[in-house]
Structures are given as C-alpha cells and as structure tokens.
T-cell receptor, first 111, second 116 residues
Framework: DAKTTQPPSMDCAEGRAANLPCNHSTISGNEYVYWYRQIHSQGPQYIIHGLKNNETNEMASLIITEDRKSSTLILPHATLRDTAVYYCIVRVVAAGNKLTFGGGTRVLVKP | EAGVTQFPSHSVIEKGQTVTLRCDPISGHDNLYWYRRVMGKEIKFLLHFVKESKQDESGMPNNRFLAERTGGTYSTLKVQPAELEDSGVYFC??????????????FGPGTRLTVT
C-alpha cells in the first residue's frame, strides 16, 4: 500500500468546516483513498473512500486531486463530537486487504 | 444491526498468565481482522480470517499469540504467556466479502489489556 503523509494535528472551530489534507504521491492506479477516524476510547470508524472522483456521504466529503497524489477530507460543520484522530489510508480494494494505519491527524474541535 | 462486539472490555493480568480475548463480528461478515495498538505506537494489523481460515497472519508478533475462529463465527485471540510488552488495546474488525467499491471494515470497541 502506498504511504500517506498527514499533519500531526490541527484545530477547528465548532460549526466551521474542517479540511484535513493527505498526501499520497506514490499512489497507484488501483489504490483507493480511505478515511477512518478514532474517537477517544473507541474503535476506528469508517468515514468515506474514493478512487478518483469526489465523494460525499452523510459524514463528510472527499476531494481527490486530478493526479490523485493528494486528497482532502472535509467535515462540513464540525462539532465537538468530531474531535478524533483521522487516518488517511491508501489501499487496494481486494477481499481481505488489511488496513495500514499511520500516525493520522489529531483534530481538536473547539467551541 | 448489532456491531462488532469484543469481550472483555478491560483485562489486567500478571506477566506469565494467559488471557483470551473474544470478538463477535457483524452477522454475515466472513472477513474478521485483529489489530492492536501498543502504548505510543500506531495501530498495527495482526491477522485476518476468511470464515474459519487464516488468510494472512503476517502481523502476529510471535508464537505466544494464537488466534482461532472455529465455525467461522466468533474469534478468540489467546496470549500465552503474556509479557509486559503485550499491553495495549486489541481491536477486532469485520467486513463483508468483496462488495464492489466498498469493503470497509467495521471495528469493535477494543479490549484494553494491561500486563503487570
């Protein structure tokens, strides 16, 4: 799986959009970008994933650059409950492919 | 739909003792994974089952760890004998067999293991 680079931490104001960057310059054509988060004392939680098109679901939006070398996870209206460590993971989608977690970005949503 | 459950939520044992962790995946999920986070480190993959078969156990640290999934339903992870460096949080996750464009893993709340 390709390596990803994320800032170690960032703050966000409650109610504002949180934009979390991720670099994955060595991504290959069959690798998807996945985002998970881990809220304190809970297991990791799936957020969203995409291949090359932008994606949106009820939790977030994922913007992938045209060259696919970077992406941004957008939490449109951050709440205090969004405080967590966010992981950007690049992986081939195949039956049983394991997740390789890096350090992630620790996001603190402030009132 | 019930999520992934793990038991116990916490376990404190002495060095040299044995501990067995249990994971119940989401019903119908053939894929089951074990991960762990030791203090100050990143979450690391341990192994992966497809039904009752071990598909990938490349992350198992040593032969003190034994994972089973008899009948392809719940799984157990036994640590025998436990060492201090085994302390951490053990997560279980499950996913469906190949679902085009999806295949996200659903995690349980984890078991916090403390070896003293």
């Amino acid at each position: 799986d390709a390596k990803t680079t994320q800032p170690p931490s960032m703050d966000c104001a409650e109610g504002r959009a949180a934009n979390l960057p991720c670099n994955h310059s060595t991504i290959s054509g069959n690798e998807y970008v996945y985002w998970y988060r881990q809220i304190h004392s809970q297991g990791p939680q799936y957020i969203i994933h995409g291949l090359k098109n932008n994606e949106t679901n009820e939790m977030a939006s994922l913007i992938i650059t045209e060259d696919r070398k970077s992406s941004t996870l957008i939490l449109p209206h951050a709440t205090l409950r969004d405080t967590a460590v966010y992981y950007c993971i690049v992986r081939v989608v195949a039956a049983g492919n394991k997740l390789t977690f890096g350090g992630g970005t620790r996001v603190l949503v402030k009132p | 739909e019930a999520g992934v459950t793990q038991f116990p939520s916490h376990s404190v044992i002495e060095k040299g003792q044995t501990v067995t962790l249990r994971c119940d995946p989401i019903s119908g999920h053939d894929n089951l994974y074990w991960y762990r986070r030791v203090m100050g480190k990143e979450i690391k993959f341990l192994l992966h089952f497809v039904k009752e078969s071990k598909q990938d156990e490349s992350g198992m640290p040593n032969n003190r760890f034994l994972a089973e999934r008899t009948g392809g339903t719940y799984s157990t992870l036994k640590v025998q004998p436990a060492e201090l460096e085994d302390s951490g949080v053990y997560f279980c996750a499950s996913s469906q067999v190949w679902n085009r464009g999806s295949h996200e893993q659903y995690f349980g709340p984890g078991t916090r293991l403390t070896v003293t």
